[in-house]
């Protein structure tokens, strides 16, 4: 098959790191991925290569650029979804923009096609149920999209809630005030706050009152009105828990649930109500059911596999 080659303009590129990532890695993810060459000359690049393959990297550079151009560092993961949706043909999609940074400077956004649909069901419902295993970013992305509400004053409070299931929901044996019995169910939930928005920030605002943190029991009977309100863990809640839960929503709140249907700590005899609220509720019109897979993973790529595993031995 004859080879081609395709020019892309870098003018208005001003930093080229945005795009070509540290050690030139974005190109080497494009080369890698199809049997074509990237390489930069003067204030151009030039994929050369098969005419599909081709194609398919222009595309996928584009949107890249653009990106970098309105200020983004273009990461591999970034290639990865880019290169997803030119798949899925829908490559004229723009990147997903970011969403927060960390404490150090990472920019938060989302990295795979699930976790785009988990953020923008986040974005236009005001309930969205995320099934997922572990290392899909659930938790910290409903997180992300709570502090990013609240620094945008689009709600007043974050609500975030666990199920105390190792407790029994019993705290009143543990010693401490509330705080110190609902630590080690909470942590989780902590330690993404403290990366986004810093320990002492984390403290003045469950001072303040407009963030909490407590176990499921303690939603009984309360009506949550203009709050982002999360429930973490929740494949261990039982299906009236969740109901509870769940119509604790009031006005002008936005409300996610996010858990592993893979890993439920209830007793023996006791059932889940995660899939179950999902099966009911993704019909409705206000609410987005999304489901994460083993693609989603984001930890270390070792994570993926083992989690392929333990399906492959479930079957």
Do not use: C, W
Request: net charge neutral.
């Amino acid at each position: 098959m004859n080879s081609v080659q395709r020019s892309i303009g870098l003018q208005d590129l001003p930093d080229r790191v945005r795009l070509f990532g540290e050690y030139d890695r974005n190109l080497s993810a494009i080369e890698s991925a199809l049997d074509v060459s990237v390489q930069a000359d003067g204030d151009r690049l030039l994929v050369s290569g098969s005419p599909d393959d081709v194609e398919r990297a222009e595309h996928v550079v584009r949107r890249m650029l653009d990106a970098a151009v309105g200020g983004a560092y273009v990461t591999t993961d970034d290639v990865a979804l880019a290169f997803s949706d030119v798949r899925e043909g829908s490559g004229g999609r723009a990147l997903p923009e970011t969403l927060l940074q960390t404490q150090r400077g990472r920019a938060v956004r989302p990295r795979t096609s699930g976790q785009r649909a988990f953020v923008e069901s986040i974005e236009s419902k005001t309930l969205t149920i995320g099934i997922g295993p572990a290392g899909t970013g659930k938790t910290f992305l409903a997180i992300v999209m709570a502090v990013r509400a609240l620094r945008n004053r689009e709600v007043a409070r974050v609500v975030l809630s666990r199920p105390a299931v190792e407790a029994g929901e019993k705290l009143g044996f543990l010693p401490g005030d509330l705080r110190e019995k609902v630590d080690p169910y909470m942590r989780p939930l902590f330690d993404a706050l403290n990366d986004l928005i810093g320990p002492a920030v984390v403290n003045k605002h469950i001072d303040r009152g407009t963030l909490e943190v407590a176990p499921l029991a303690y939603m009984r009977g309360r009506t949550l009105s203009d709050a982002f309100v999360i429930l973490d863990e929740a494949q261990n809640a039982t299906g009236d828990q969740i109901k509870m839960f769940l119509t604790r929503l009031g006005s002008a709140s936005k409300m996610v649930v996010v858990g592993d249907a893979t890993q439920i700590d209830l007793p023996s005899g006791e059932r889940s109500g995660l899939r179950d609220a999902a099966r009911r509720l993704a019909a409705i019109d206000d609410v987005g059911a999304i489901e994460l897979t083993d693609t989603d993973v984001v930890r270390h790529p070792l994570v993926a596999k083992i989690i392929r595993a333990y399906d492959a031995g479930a079957r």
